[in-house]
């Protein structure tokens, strides 16, 4: 019998594997990461892991054999017919190399603190770039929801859409048609975190209609050069599957005060709809009429819901 180190560090490789996801989902961190709606899944891929690393343990000690083993069913008996790698085979840079990699999400998982997507990362994605083009974003955006069905629950009142749609994750055909037709008759359109990207899609996508209205809603300041200097963006991150996904969407935003206000500020924001245009698209520009500075929320990030 002898151990087989490299059997044995394949072995450590998926139970840290497994003890890194069960410690995001244990700690609610994994929300940084996903939609909500696969935590599920990261709780069974990390069971999936751990059974693997119990399998792969077993591997670990060998019975020495007097001769080498044929893999390619070809009726040969040296070891230069195997094809593959039993574990046996010389510690290459070839395999360190791919250790490395294997071991650098786990490093980092495990020691590098995980934080929420800011302004730094909105410059990244292209910053006001985005909003010049969020009307091509925005009916792109409609079609697929018209194919995904992406939206959010109408319910009775706001304060019943707030505490009521947090944990849902599909809604019916007919919930659709209703948001739509609140959005429609509302005067006072309040952008919850539910209803967020379905509403801004449709602001977005026919400005004209719900000019004038009166609009309440939240998100983290960014700026970027070419802005007024009393102009920012009010932003959220949207996150369909997970954030190597994420898109930076939210509304022009003008008030005098707009330019002693730091990146990275949490407001929430209450004003009127009017049309003007950015780089030679027409957008959406909110003229700010009461706003305030709120932490940070718990869950800043905006997400899509399927309509069944």
Partial sequence: MKINFQQ??????????????????????????????????????????????IIQITRIRTIEKKHNHACDHNNHNDSQSCHHDHGTSPFTKKKLFAYVIIVFPLVTGYFLPAKFLDASIAEKKGGTAILANQQNTAETSVTQTEINKNTSQVVQDDNEMDSGLANQQAITQEEFQALNQKLEQSNHIKMSDDVFSAYYEKINIDIGTYEGRTIEFKGFVYKEDGLKQNQLVISRFLITHCIADAGIIGFLSEF????????????????????????????????ITEWKTINEPKQPYVYPLDVK
């Fill in 256 to 287: 005098p005060e707009a330019k002693t206000i730091a990146e990275d500020t949490w407001l929430e924001a209450k004003g009127t709809i009017e049309k003007t245009s950015y780089n030679g698209a027409e957008l959406p520009m909110i003229k």
């Fill in 8 to 53: 044995a560090f394949r072995a450590f490789i998926l139970l840290v594997f497994s003890g890194l996801l069960f410690k995001l989902n244990y700690s609610g961190e994994i929300a940084k990461f996903i939609n909500p709606k696969y935590v599920k899944l990261s709780i069974v891929a990390s069971f999936i892991f751990f059974i693997l690393s």
